[in-house]
């Protein structure tokens, strides 16, 4: 069952006849809320922005730490290099962060909106600015509605510009994953970035002001694809953020040490909260909904509202459909984690990653292409002996040089040249291209097109090789 079809108590209406196709944005105004899940978002906020910040300027091997070099074609990243002709390595790094994006959305629902989607993690951090400058939630209202005067002129300033600058910084960031950063900020200093380098770091610059300082929970609500088929991964057991109706209801005020349960009143006490601190702006109470991106922000909101009036914690709290169901108590839910679905997808990301891990482990840092040479195919040397001519491209993907002997067989006597002496130096992480010939004597072949393997043996570590195979063609 998808999230927009979960039946559970207070489920939001589906919009139905007479509803309004456009709705004018109305400006949320979340409260800023303490407790562990703001923790927790804190964390998101630390660990990726610590990734994406310091990481282009860590330095390893004396270049830097990551890097993909788009102009040469190379990936460094930690101690390795990746060419084009690693390809399988990206793939395999894609399919396991599809794989653990169903995994962790089957066990715990939204959490990657919730805690490290990029989209959450700015507008997090723009919140912030505009918090430590124009104040919470009510001083952040009333300055908007209050006439324009130095001090609002002055305060939305300083926050529009703190913005534009960590936007700028943000695009100066990750232009540098594609340019040497140290190189990137000097030419940023000096006015020298090349048209591409400036292309993108406005244009990243600009898309995260306008995403986290403007647009917020609307490029979740409108724009993500992510929330609109997230909900087919979703199962009865996955955790989802939920008021617990039966405890609540019926809301509404009390008198402070009233017996309101003799009053026939529930323990939500309707303060609102929990609608105040939504960055999209929803009531949890009314149900489960799609705009609801699993942050958590409601339930440290009602509990701190809880810890005031001295009710128990977790009138909204982490919880599964079938627990609201009662179809199983709370106690068991932990249990029902290990479900065969979430089992099966943990079994193939671990095999998919234990398989990447001993592929890169094991990999060899050195590739060899060979293609014909479609001028010349078959040519009789001065000797009256066949020759074929190729192209041998040779790819030291180690950041140490290295020297390569290049033997050929499959034919009787079969002889190796290059238009180069041998061995064959390769600088660190470089290709290089040789004119190969293979000669063999016409008194051995037959005609036709006879299968050859050629060897490439590094001198100085007998480990690294490369195998190839072509072919021969007799006339
Ligand atoms: S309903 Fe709660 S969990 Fe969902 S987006 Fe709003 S505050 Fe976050
Ligand atoms: S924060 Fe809790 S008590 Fe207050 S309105 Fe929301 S659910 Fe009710």
């Known amino acids: 069952m998808s999230q927009s079809e979960v039946k559970i108590p207070g489920k939001a209406e589906e919009p139905g006849e007479g509803q309004e196709l456009y709705a004018a944005r109305?400006?949320?105004?979340?409260?800023?809320?303490?407790?562990?899940?703001?923790?927790?978002?804190?964390?998101?906020?630390?660990?990726?922005?610590f990734v994406f910040y310091v990481f282009p300027w860590l330095v390893w091997n004396d270049r830097?730490?990551?890097?993909?070099?788009?102009?040469?074609?190379?990936?460094?990243?930690?101690?390795?290099?990746?060419?084009?002709?690693?390809?399988?390595?990206?793939?395999?790094?894609?399919?396991?962060?599809?794989?653990?994006?169903?995994?962790?959305?089957?066990v715990a629902g939204r959490i990657w909106c919730g805690y490290a989607c990029p989209q959450t993690v700015y507008t997090e951090i723009f919140m912030w600015i505009e918090r430590a400058i124009e104040g919470d939630r009510?001083?952040?209202?009333?300055?908007?509605?209050?006439?324009?005067?130095?001090?609002?002129i002055g305060l939305k300033t300083a926050k529009q510009s703190a913005w534009l600058a960590v936007a700028l910084w943000t695009g100066f960031t990750f232009v540098g994953f594609f340019t040497p950063i140290r190189e990137l900020a000097h030419?940023?200093?000096?006015?020298?970035?090349?048209?591409?380098?400036?292309?993108?770091?406005?244009?990243?610059?600009?898309?995260?002001y306008g995403f986290a300082g403007h647009m917020r929970e609307q490029v979740c609500l409108y724009m993500c694809p992510y929330a609109r088929f997230q909900s087919v991964m979703f199962d009865p057991d996955t955790l989802i953020i939920t008021y617990d109706e039966k405890r609540g209801e019926p809301r509404g005020q009390r008198k402070k040490g009233a017996d309101y349960k003799a009053d026939g009143k529930g323990d939500c006490v309707d303060c609102g909260i929990c609608v105040q601190v939504c960055p999209t702006g929803i009531d949890i109470r009314k149900g489960l909904q799609?705009?609801?991106?699993?942050?958590?922000?409601?339930?440290?909101?009602?509990?701190?509202?809880?810890?005031?009036?001295?009710?128990?914690?977790?009138?909204?709290?982490?919880?599964?459909?079938?627990?609201?169901?009662?179809?199983?108590?709370?106690?068991?839910?932990?249990?029902h984690v290990f479900r065969p679905r979430v089992l099966l997808y943990a079994a193939i990301l671990g095999a998919i990653t234990v398989a990447l891990g001993v592929a890169l482990y094991m990999r060899t840092p050195l590739k060899a292409n060979i293609i014909r040479d479609r001028t010349n195919l078959v040519r009789e040397t001065d000797e009256g002996l066949l020759e074929n001519v190729y192209r041998m491209q040779i790819i030291n993907m180690d950041e140490k040089p290295h020297r390569y002997t290049l033997t050929a067989s499959g034919i009787k006597d079969l002889k190796v040249t290059t238009n180069v002496a041998q061995p064959l130096e390769v600088g660190p992480a470089s290709t290089r291209v040789v004119s190969m010939g293979l000669i063999a004597d016409p008194a051995d072949l037959k005609p036709g097109s006879i299968p050859v393997h050629i060897k490439l043996q590094d001198i100085d570590n007998p480990g690294i090789s490369a195998n190839e195979k072509t072919s021969f063609l007799v006339r």
Request: hydrophobic share 50%; glycine share 8%; aromatic share 18%.
């Open 26 to 49: 109305k400006k949320i105004y979340p409260r800023s809320v303490a407790g562990i899940f703001a923790n927790l978002r804190v964390l998101g906020v630390a660990l990726t922005q």
């Open 64 to 106: 830097p730490m990551m890097l993909f070099d788009l102009v040469h074609r190379k990936f460094y990243v930690f101690g390795y290099v990746f060419f084009p002709q690693d390809f399988i390595y990206l793939t395999g790094v894609l399919v396991i962060s599809a794989l653990a994006l169903f995994l962790f959305t089957a």
């Open 138 to 152: 009510v001083k952040q209202m009333k300055l908007d509605k209050a006439p324009w005067t130095l001090r609002k």
């Open 187 to 208: 030419e940023f200093v000096t006015f020298s970035m090349g048209p591409w380098e400036t292309f993108w770091v406005f244009f990243y610059g600009f898309a995260t």
């Open 290 to 335: 799609y705009e609801c991106i699993g942050c958590a922000a409601c339930i440290d909101g009602c509990n701190q509202v809880m810890d005031k009036v001295g009710y128990p914690r977790g009138l909204i709290r982490y919880s599964t459909e079938n627990v609201i169901l009662g179809k199983f108590p709370e106690r068991s839910m932990v249990a």
